[in-house]
């Protein structure tokens, strides 16, 4: 895989070997990146990005690459974290990135993640994984104050199963490719309860 665009555009990043990590195709990348930016800006507002369930980190190395300021990565996989710290040194990046080895949604039950609030949510998680639990795991971040007023939030799905967004969170745009959905949804702090 390469990274599409900004001061990393063409560096080569890998994925970890086997079943467990299913990397976002080059084409989906392009495409919701190509809306963060008509939504956020060219910098994509320049915050702090989290990449949860990140695998490889490509879509945290992309948002890193096109002028987010940190990006923090959680995954559970010892294999993922390896390759991951490997992507980042080689592109230089370990000093405005941080790795958290472990399951994403108990870490967000706990307190506020490291490297918060974020302006930025990258959310891969495996298919399996219910589209209520992703809701539950996004109350949980902005309970606990770990995503700003306004974040955006990216969430990669089987396109058969999406969210039903509620309460603080507005779906701004879905899109299906294939077997893949997305949807771009905004955080309203102010409205509705975590």
């Known amino acids: 895989m ?15 070997k086997g079943e467990e990590t299913r990397p976002t195709t080059d084409r989906v990348r392009e495409s919701v990146f190509s809306a963060l930016v008509s939504l956020m ?11 949860a369930f990140a695998g490889s980190g490509a879509l945290g ?6 002028g987010c300021k940190s990006a923090t990565f959680i ?8 390759v991951l710290q490997a992507n980042l040194d080689s592109l230089g990046a370990s000093g405005v990135a941080r790795i958290v080895q472990g399951d ?16 930025l949510l990258l959310l891969d ?32 799905h089987a396109s058969d199963t999406p969210v039903e967004w509620r309460s603080q969170f507005d779906l ?4 299906k490719y294939g077997s893949t959905g997305i949807d ?8 509705g309860s975590s």
């Open 2 to 16: 390469r990274v599409i665009a900004g001061k990393f555009r063409g560096r080569t990043i890998h994925a970890p």
């Open 41 to 51: 800006g060219a910098e994509l507002g320049g915050g702090s990005v989290l990449d």
């Open 61 to 66: 190395i992309e948002a890193l690459s096109r």
């Open 75 to 82: 995954d559970s996989s010892r294999d993922a974290v390896r």
């Open 104 to 119: 994403a949604m108990s870490l967000a039950e706990g307190c506020a993640l490291p490297g918060g609030p974020f302006a």
């Open 125 to 156: 998680p495996p298919y399996r994984l219910a589209a209520t639990d992703i809701e539950g795991f996004t109350s949980a971040l902005a309970r606990y104050g770990s995503i700003v007023d306004e974040a955006v939030i990216v969430y990669e």
């Open 172 to 175: 701004v745009t879905r899109k």
């Open 184 to 191: 771009i949804v905004a955080y309203q702090k102010g409205r």
